[in-house]
């Protein structure tokens, strides 16, 4: 069994910053891809960014610039900082990791990031 478990997430004033963390532990064999994910109450969850084993990123568009991944493959830990935070990046950030080796996609249970004006 894998566990994903994310934080960092807090309240921060528009144009602040935060930094999230997601740290896969248990069964791990090797982690492909990882990515963050957000949801919004009513809205369907949508991509933030991912990064491969390799460390190639994709970005969304309204994230570029704003947002950037990494990830610590000795740690099996990815991070997003997200620096000129605005109220329309409030939501609930998951996580999640593919590990190709049993096909499956691990979620975390979310952090919530609230960004006031």
């Known amino acids: 069994q894998v566990q994903v478990v994310e934080s960092g997430g807090g309240l921060v004033q528009a144009g602040g910053s935060l930094r999230l963390s997601c740290t896969a532990s248990?069964?791990?064999?090797?982690?492909?891809?990882m990515g963050w994910y957000r949801q919004t109450p009513g809205k369907q969850r949508e991509l933030v960014a991912v990064?491969?084993?390799?460390?190639?990123?994709k970005y969304a568009d309204a994230m570029k610039g704003r947002f950037t991944i990494s990830r610590d493959n000795a740690k099996n830990t990815m991070y997003l900082q997200m620096n000129s935070l605005k109220p329309e990046d409030t939501a609930v950030y998951y996580c999640?990791?593919?590990?190709?080796?049993?096909?499956?996609?691990?979620w975390g249970q979310g952090t919530q990031v609230t960004v006031s004006s």
């Open positions: 999640n990791v593919y590990i190709e080796a049993v096909a499956y996609t691990y």
């Open positions: 248990g069964s791990v064999f090797t982690i492909n891809d």
């Open positions: 990064i491969s084993r390799g460390g190639g990123t």
